[in-house]
């Protein structure tokens, strides 16, 4: 009997170490996407960045599609609107904020997949907990497709416009504003006064086009998942945008064609394709995938 009740006792200590050995390895590994959200959410582009300088990716879309003296995006520009919508999407994904659902057995398409909320914690930006709030509290779930159109207000359905997230590029704007990038004036055009955002520290706005000049030139690595995720994501973004020429306008002509012919080639990946390789985002290629289709 003692025996018996010292191997009982063995084995449900044997268990006992098994169950918190299991807990603990997933401990870990929840620690570690919080780890790698929270390096995401805190890396500069540049080693000697302020905390005052760290863009989002709308803020840099808005700011390559920024008239540095007029102040405000090209009037003629009718992707941006869409585009930053996604850009808030791939942000929230990059920290850790949303991802799809599984694509099942089935292997549904990206485009078919709803958006879920993998973590509601505060992001401390208040566009991104906006519509992080919304795309929480949203049952059923929506799609990638479906929330760039809700948030952007191209919806027929009364019902779903409260969804849609006023004023973006003038709060994006003034969170430049903020940050010491731009400034705010009053522009008179005849028949009515807008307020204009131009540029003011000329050094930001160099770098990210910098950025985006040398992910292409000196900086290509011929492999979007060897790219750093937020550098491919301005990319595709600022594409989606119509906002990416004005980072390559300043190039010489043979460095400009071979810029294109190289962001061409990431324009033509599959993004379902993509999807599946190890350590991509899911969610940015579904994005990607809503702009492209």
């Known amino acids: 009997m003692a025996s018996l009740a010292q191997r009982t006792s063995t084995l449900v200590q044997r ?3 098994a169950t918190r050995s299991a807990a603990a390895d997933r401990d870990r590994e929840t620690a ?3 780890d790698e959200a929270r390096r995401g959410e805190e890396e500069d582009d540049e080693g000697g960045d302020s905390k ?3 863009l989002t990716l709308m803020e840099e879309v808005l ?6 003296r007029e102040g405000y995006t090209s009037f003629w520009n009718d ?15 990059l920290r850790g904020r949303l991802q799809l659902e599984p694509c099942g057995a089935r292997r549904k398409s990206l485009l078919s997949r709803k958006v879920i909320c993998k973590s509601d914690a505060p992001t401390g930006d208040v566009l991104l907990d906006e519509a992080l709030k919304h795309i929480k509290e949203t049952q059923p779930p929506e799609t990638v497709q479906s929330w760039i159109e809700l948030l952007s207000g191209e919806t027929w359905n009364p019902l779903k416009l409260h969804y849609q997230l006023r004023n973006v ?12 990038v731009l400034t705010t004036e009053k522009q008179n055009f005849l028949l009515f006064d807008m307020t204009t955002h131009p540029l003011t520290n000329s050094i930001i706005k160099q ?12 900086k290509w690595v011929n492999d979007p998942h060897r790219m750093d995720k937020r550098v491919l994501a301005l990319i595709l973004l600022a594409h989606s945008s119509d906002v990416l020429e004005n980072a390559f306008a300043p190039l010489q002509d043979d460095q400009y064609d071979l810029g294109m012919k190289r962001v061409h080639s990431l324009l033509e990946l599959e993004p379902e394709k993509e999807s599946t390789k190890p350590n991509s985002n899911e969610l940015m ?9």
């Open 15 to 17: 268990r006992t170490e």
């Open 32 to 34: 570690t996407e919080e």
């Open 52 to 54: 005052e300088t760290r």
């Open 63 to 68: 700011l390559l599609g920024l008239k540095d």
């Open 79 to 93: 992707c941006i609107s869409s585009g930053l919508r996604g850009c808030m999407l791939v942000e929230l994904a």
């Open 169 to 180: 590029r003038e709060r994006l704007a003034k969170n430049l504003v903020e940050k010491g």
């Open 207 to 218: 770098r990210l086009i910098k950025k985006v000049q040398d992910s292409v030139l000196e």
């Open 285 to 293: 290629w579904a994005v990607v995938a809503a702009f492209t289709k």
